[in-house]
């Protein structure tokens, strides 16, 4: 088959690592017998340095017309550095969200046991962790009128949520619970704030429909905080966009790195998909930086565009590479050996075509002496 993807490299370590999931996906294009035609568009800090725009029009369009998007990262320090900045790379983002009506942000946090170790928790408190978050990505406060007052000394966003818009969210999440372990967390700050509440009546009305699953409610600090001392006891958590974007930076901490979370962002008719991580400026061209996110978020784009087999082929390239240590240095302790973005990249693509390798292989790039890279 023939399918058109929008790829949005965007800043900072983002074109690297999206250049090893469209390795991934070169590899199963050929594996798979399909054709894969990327379509490269900018946002962020690169489209306002190209045209003053961190969403040219070009882009919005290249991505409706497109079957999936493929995103990497946005942002760069000198907007982080100065707040007065009007034009931003994270409006580009923002906006592209709205445009394409992307309501809908799941991101899987799973434990693999290869990683908990890189965690800063205890391994018997992460092992088994396995997490879907329904994040609502259209509405709540970042969407909501927002003024700085003239004289520069008070300033608000308004937090507004229909029951539409709570309603289309809610469904999804507890379609994946009834798929999953059949729970579903409201994570909300009903005790005081009014579209909390709203939340809650909303969703509390919904799982009548879902009798398989069982609704639970956690305030949002609180959230926070049994996601680090109990992550097990979560299946599906469901949460408004700021505390969904909170609370999934915390999840990741329960995942063993965030260098390894993909997550997905679903509209009607269009989806996103895209590396938890950030832009990491630190290590930014330097050819270090984890890919296996962004290959992960290929998998999720391949997954969405109903190709399951082939998904599950970069699942399990990810997994040989972890198993082997085939990885970059985020993931090793000192001292130990660790390979290059390009590197992790080529091994899980060549995985992809030729599962067969012998074990020398493996064991030669293990050592840093790549026969077949
Ligand atoms: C995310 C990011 C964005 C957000 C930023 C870059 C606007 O943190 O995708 O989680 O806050 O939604
Ligand atoms: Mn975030």
Known sequence: MKYTIAVIPGDGIGPEVTNQAKKALDAIAEVYDHIFIYKEAKMGACAIDATGDPLPEETIEICKKADAILFGAIGALKYDNDPT??????????????????????????????????????????????????????????????????????????????????????????????????????????????????????????????????????????????????????????????????????ACVAGGSIGILASSSIGGKNALFEPIHGTYPQVTGKDIANPIASILSAAMLLEYLGLHDEADAIQRAVEKSLDLGITTQDLKVKNQYSASTAKVGDFIADYIQNQEDSNLNFQNIYMGQSTII
């Open 85 to 250: 900045l009007r034009i931003r790379p994270e409006q580009g983002l923002l906006r592209l969200r709205q445009e394409l009506d992307l309501f809908c942000n799941v991101i899987p946090v799973k434990a693999y046991p290869k990683l908990v170790k890189n965690s800063p928790l205890k391994k018997e408190i992460i092992l088994g962790t396995d997490i879907a978050i329904y994040r609502e990505l259209s509405g709540g406060m970042y969407f909501g009128k927002k003024e700085l007052s003239k004289d520069g000394k008070s300033a608000y966003d308004v937090s507004s949520y229909t029951v539409e818009e709570i309603s289309r969210i809610t469904h999804l999440a507890f379609q994946a619970a009834q798929e999953r372990k059949k729970k579903v967390t409201l994570v909300d700050k009903a005790n005081v704030l009014e579209t909390s509440r709203l939340w809650r009546k909303t969703v509390a009305e919904i799982a009548k429909q879902y009798k398989d699953v069982t609704l639970d409610f956690m305030f949002v600090d609180n959230a926070a905080m049994q996601i680090i001392i109990d992550p097990k006891q979560f299946d599906v958590i469901l949460a408004e966009n700021l505390f969904g974007d909170i609370i999934s930076d915390v």
